[in-house]
């Protein structure tokens, strides 16, 4: 057994000053001549002082800065932090580690099957860059034209989730569209860099979506798709179902060849 293994004898190991292995040695000699020769000294004294030595020292462990920063950049990192934190203090470690571990896996969850999407928008003074409308204020949307970027793989746990989220967008955009006496979107280009992945539930979703759009008389055209997608939209024939030239190597393509069509038609 080590002398200092638990987290509250660390605390007082590291409290006193130790800084090398050493001091297990050391301490491990104090410790047995306490319980050889002076523990009757010990007897009377109250749990609460020898509970106040540990307390104190473990105090001086807590790294209120690394908290902070947990907070700043993570939200769910700090609930888990906080998790574990009052279940180590409220029950025991077993508990706090199992409240830290189930948050942070529910985080995994949610991060998979409710993936982020973003609106692009075209960056001013510059010819092929498209970035997110939120992150850039002053990006401006192409006129007839909704361009999504789905920043996950598309699998079976989000498929649904995403064509239903995308749906919404076209649905939000249609609306201020219709408010502002703006031109109908007659193109939906899906930006498909951030795909890394897709399975079979995800081009099902893509499949649902097209049809899903062709009731609006809305064309649907897909960007910048990795090998891996790319294979796997052949081997699907989903090329065929949407129409030739409905794949482009980037964004700024398909706006290009989508805006030209636009205007060519009556």
Same mark, same amino acid.
């Given at each position: 057994m080590h002398i200092a293994g638990s987290f509250s004898r660390s605390a007082v190991n590291y409290m006193s000053g130790c800084e090398t292995a050493v001091s297990n040695i050391v301490m491990a000699c @104090? @410790? $047995?001549l306490t319980l050889a020769l002076i523990t009757p000294l010990f007897e009377y004294t109250p749990n609460a002082i020898l509970a106040s030595i540990i307390i104190s020292a473990v105090v001086g462990l807590v790294d209120i800065e690394a908290v902070t920063l947990i907070w700043k950049i993570d939200k769910f990192d &700090?609930? !888990?932090c906080m #998790?574990? &934190?009052? #279940?180590v203090v409220f029950s025991s470690v077993e508990v706090g580690l199992v409240i830290a571990v189930s948050i942070s896996f529910a985080k995994i969850l949610l991060q998979v099957t409710r993936p982020r999407t973003a609106i692009l928008g075209k960056v001013p003074r510059t010819a092929t860059v498209y970035r997110n409308i939120q992150q850039y204020p002053d990006a401006t949307k192409v006129s007839g034209i909704l361009i999504v970027r789905v920043d996950s793989a598309i699998y079976f746990s989000n498929s649904n989730y995403v064509k239903e989220r995308i749906l919404r967008w076209l649905a939000d955009e249609e609306e201020h569209v219709k408010e502002n006496s703006q031109p109908r979107f007659q193109y939906l280009i899906i930006e498909m860099g951030p795909v890394t992945d897709i399975d079979t539930s995800g081009i099902? !979703? $893509?499949e649902e979506l097209f049809r899903a759009l062709q009731k609006r008389d809305i064309k649907l055209v897909l960007?910048?798709?990795g090998p891996v997608v790319v294979d796997k939209l052949h081997a699907s024939k989903f090329q065929e179902l949407i #129409?030739? #030239?409905r794949i482009f190597l980037t964004v700024a393509d398909a706006v290009r060849i989508c805006y030209s069509k636009m205007e060519l038609e009556p």
């Open positions: @104090v @410790v $047995l &700090f609930i !888990a #998790g574990a &934190f009052f #279940g099902h !979703a $893509l960007a910048n798709p #129409g030739e #030239g």
